[in-house]
């Protein structure tokens, strides 16, 4: 039991919750219904009480009302494993073996630490002479047996998705039982679901030197490190897994994702379509077949395989959202009916409702119905937004501080420092600012290579700030000044090493990474011969663009006008510092230029990094290659001017938009 649901509520709230779970556990079932049914008349979502009172209801005998209980508890809560618990013993109690069974095998496939739910289907097993089954549920019976109890109700409290009553049981009791491995792998996987990734790779390292045949542990490794983007260690830890059990379709499936990340999407797509055979499941697999196939241009085949991923789940809002996101795809009429009907459900999830707002949202403005396009879009922004932390204060801050350290003269005094390696190109700026475009021009040259959005750089500011990186005195930029120049040397090379398994034998490759706009200093001082282009988009353009992005992962600032015109203005202020301290050193590029003298921008382009002149780069749609971004369809035709003036569409909604960008829309030109 937790009233971790209701920490938000009232204290009083929160008390009347713990009370009724006392009366519960003290076996005074009328009075804690009676408590229970008051409270949750104010309260009707409220997950424990709920759960409370379906328990109640069955120790009482009223099966029928607590099962109509745990219905209304699965509609607001699917995820609880213990009302699947729950509804297995109230089918015992109806001698119903087989939904009995059903429910035990929901609840424990959430929950694996349900010591009675395991009991029950291992009798149950018994009794219907299922002698495989009983065998595997008496093992896990077993296993459970042999774990301390602060780590199976950790786990149950984890599974369920209260993080924060986990952790305070299980850090307690690693303190005493410090190479307990099942609390080790617990902490961490605790510290993946917060995104403390560092920490959860650390934890894992540790269990797998205690126990280093602990399959799901390495499993857990192999995952953190591919969120990690360390895809060759990743792809290590898999090929061990692999050959040990090389029919498991969990770690082929995290094979294939980390194909993916270290390119090779031929092979991504062989293995993902190899799983389709006999799985129980298709959507998300055929999702992924999807992505691949977009990521190499094929088109047509990607449609069919997002078509099948919403046929297989009709409320897959990523399915519907990735379809739109190819910006060439145009929705019949059936299919948008279908997407409004589904987002107006009161049963669907969240995140599946955004990316229908999102999908919505261009598949109007394609239709030109542009006025409930953009409610479409303001609705999913509203609630993508809603469940983000970002605070654009801490970007601004960060502006100030690299103002205040990366001067003229600190560069000055380290003259010389760093990587000498000329190999990177780096593109910088903000996403939908016509930076895929600058990346598909310069992969198209025979010396340089395309690669994708590293996040090498960011990787290493996160090793630099540490864990004070929403604090008021962050330690990056400031602890620039203490490192050495064999510091910077050092993380130049490692960069360079890091990354050529992203490469071919061409003597440059592209990192496109557009936020790295706000570690140039750093980038200067790492890689002080690397080229770094700011790829730059009128800001009206630029940020509607992104306001109309359901961006796969990060970009937090792009949900909201105040956000997004702020991240702009930051971003120009802090370019304009880099163009003072380190001038000639970053080459701008105005999208807008390009579309209106394409040679002309290329030749540019080229002899800034040091490149002659190759016409492929001017017929830059023609270069067969991996494009991952949200541009990918779009480089893959010929320029167009119509892009310019899109924005003008929405103009009546953007007024908020332009007296918050203020003088931004005069002084990009800077």
């Excluded at 618990?85 to 939904?99: F, I």
């Excluded at 996040?455 to 990186?469: K, N, S």
């Amino acid at each position: 039991m937790s009233t971790e649901s209701v920490a938000t509520s009232a204290p009083s709230v929160e008390s009347e919750v713990q009370r009724i779970y006392d009366l519960v556990q003290r076996r005074q079932f009328d009075e804690a219904l009676s408590a229970a049914l008051r409270l949750v008349a104010s309260y009707p979502e409220n997950r424990d009480l709920l759960y409370c009172i379906a328990v109640c209801q069955r120790y009482l005998l009223q099966i029928p009302e607590a099962l109509a209980t745990l219905e209304r508890l699965e509609l607001n809560h699917p995820g609880f494993s213990r009302l699947y618990q729950e509804r297995g013993h109230c089918y015992l109690q109806l001698r119903d073996a087989p939904r009995a069974i059903e429910a035990f095998l929901r609840a424990v496939n959430i929950n694996p630490a349900l010591p009675a739910s395991w009991q029950r289907l291992q009798t149950l097993y018994q009794l219907n002479g299922d002698a495989d089954s009983e065998r595997l549920a008496a093992e896990h019976v077993a296993t459970l047996a042999r774990l301390a109890p602060e780590v199976i109700t950790a786990t149950g409290y984890f599974s369920d998705g209260d993080l924060g009553l986990a952790e305070r049981l299980i850090r307690p009791y690693l303190l005493k039982h410090e190479h307990d491995v099942e609390g080790m792998r617990l902490l961490a996987r605790i510290g993946i679901a917060r995104d403390v990734l560092d920490d959860a790779e650390i934890l894992l390292a540790s269990v797998l030197a205690l126990a280093p045949d602990y399959r799901a542990a390495r499993h857990d490794y192999a995952n953190v490190l591919l969120n990690r983007h360390k895809h060759a260690a990743a792809m290590t830890e898999l090929e061990r897994l692999l050959r040990d059990d090389p029919d498991n379709r969990a770690f082929r499936t995290t094979y294939a994702a980390v194909c993916v990340g270290i390119g090779d999407h031929e092979r991504a797509l062989s293995v993902y379509r190899k799983l389709l055979v006999g799985a129980p499941q298709t959507a998300e697999l055929q999702h992924s077949i999807a992505h691949t196939l977009k990521t190499l241009g094929r088109r047509d085949e990607a449609v069919t395989a997002y078509r099948a991923a919403a046929a297989e789940r009709p409320s897959f809002g990523d399915a519907y959202w990735s379809l739109a996101n190819l910006k060439t795809y145009r929705f019949t009429d059936d299919e948008l009916a279908a997407m409004r009907s589904r987002e107006r459900s009161a049963q669907i999830a969240p995140a599946d409702r955004y990316h229908l707002c999102f999908a919505l949202g261009k598949a109007l403005e394609d239709r030109g119905e542009y006025q409930e396009s953009w409610r479409y879009y303001e609705r999913g922004n509203q609630l993508k937004k809603s469940e983000s932390r970002f605070r654009v204060e801490q970007i601004e801050r960060n502006t100030r501080l690299q103002q205040v350290v990366c001067t003229a003269a600190f560069f000055a005094e380290r003259a010389g420092f760093g990587c000498p390696s000329p190999d990177p190109i780096f593109i910088v700026g903000l996403p939908r600012s016509g930076s895929t475009l600058l990346e598909q021009i310069l992969a198209s040259h025979s010396r340089v290579e395309g690669t994708m959005e590293l996040a090498d750089i960011p990787r290493i500011v996160l090793g630099l700030q540490g864990r004070q990186m929403d604090s008021d005195t962050p330690l990056y930029p400031g602890n620039l000044r203490r490192l050495t120049p064999a510091d910077f040397q050092q993380l130049g090379e490692k960069y360079i090493g890091d990354t050529r398994v992203y490469r071919s034998d061409k003597p440059q490759f592209i990192d496109k990474m557009p936020n790295n706009f706000r570690h140039v200093g750093l980038i200067h001082l790492m890689l002080p011969n690397a080229r770094i282009i700011d790829a730059r988009r009128e800001p009206m353009a630029c940020c509607l663009g992104n306001l109309k992005q359901l961006f796969a992962a990060g970009q937090e600032f792009a949900y909201g006008v105040d956000d997004i015109a702020r991240y702009y203005r930051t971003y120009l202020e802090l370019m304009r510092h880099w163009d003072q301290v380190l001038p000639r050193q970053v080459l701008r590029v105005h999208h807008e230029d390009v579309v209106d003298d394409l040679e002309g921008s290329v030749r540019r382009i080229l002899e800034y990094c040091g490149l002659g002149y190759e016409p492929q780069c001017v017929e830059f749609h023609k270069t067969q290659r991996s494009v991952r971004t949200a541009s990918s369809e779009q480089v893959r035709q010929p320029i167009f001017r119509e892009g310019l003036e899109q924005w003008k569409h929405f103009e009546p909604w953007l007024g908020p938009l332009k007296a918050a960008l203020g003088d931004a829309l005069d002084r990009y030109r800077d």
